[in-house]
């Protein structure tokens, strides 16, 4: 069986983001359980007071019910797409050296995903901007932006609200801003678009490494969670 270093790469990357988000998703909801039953145990030990209990229960609530389950999400959101455009200039830079084009990805301007994807279009193996996913990766990138330019925020210029706008109405049941008079203002981004964004960027990769004419990738049996 033919194995691409490229391909094996990519998807095992892939499936370590993946792996990462189900066990994230899997352990909070206990760990949330062990710190809760400790912190009621060390309430009746010290025999608190109820205003002391609730102000620590409340800490504890916002710990797992609003910070981990953002970080969880920001943190693969980040990482997939480090990935993306990781794998995609090692595709770009595969091409090259294989067809020995004369110009290089790095002579093109820009950077990142946007130039890896010109690359491939004017070297005549995949255009990947008319990919299904391109609209897709775009949301993507510009989450990702959000996340670390901004700190998960709408942000303070117009343009960087349309943004968030339109993410908000366009994944209407995976990303929430709380409301504007709350103190935080930290997307919520559901798990369960973490995952459509996974296989997004999974199925992306089979159809770019088919164009390259790369085999296939071993695919594992897929689990419960997979989505």
Not at 142 to 163: F, M, N
Not at 177 to 182: I, L, N, R, T
Not at 192 to 197: D, G, I
Request: aromatic share 12%; net charge neutral.
């Amino acid at each position: 069986m033919r194995i691409s270093p490229l391909v094996s790469q990519t998807f095992q990357r892939l499936a370590g983001i993946r792996a990462l988000l189900e066990l994230l998703d899997q352990a909070l909801p206990e760990s949330e359980w062990r710190e809760s039953e400790a912190l009621k145990q060390l309430a009746d030990e010290q025999n608190w007071d109820f205003s002391d209990f609730d102000t620590e229960s409340h800490i504890l609530n916002e710990r797992f019910r609003f910070w981990l389950p953002r970080y969880t999400a920001y943190s693969v959101i980040m990482l997939l797409h480090t990935v993306l455009e990781t794998q995609l200039i090692s595709a770009a830079e595969a091409v090259h050296a294989r067809k020995r084009l004369p110009f290089r990805p790095s002579d093109l301007r820009g950077r990142g995903v946007e130039t890896s994807a010109l690359y491939l279009t004017r070297a005549g193996v995949y255009d990947v901007r008319n990919d299904s996913a391109w609209q897709s990766i775009g949301d993507l990138r510009d989450l990702r932006h959000l996340v670390v330019h901004r700190a998960g925020t709408k942000g303070d210029s117009e343009q960087h609200r349309k943004h968030a706008q339109r993410l908000a109405s366009a994944y209407q049941e995976g990303i929430e801003f709380p409301d504007s008079s709350w103190w935080y203002g930290e997307v919520w981004i559901s798990i369960p678009l973490c995952r459509r964004f996974i296989a997004m960027v999974e199925a992306f990769f089979d159809r770019l490494f088919e164009a390259m004419q790369l085999p296939p990738r071993f695919k594992a049996r897929a689990s419960n969670n997979a989505g």
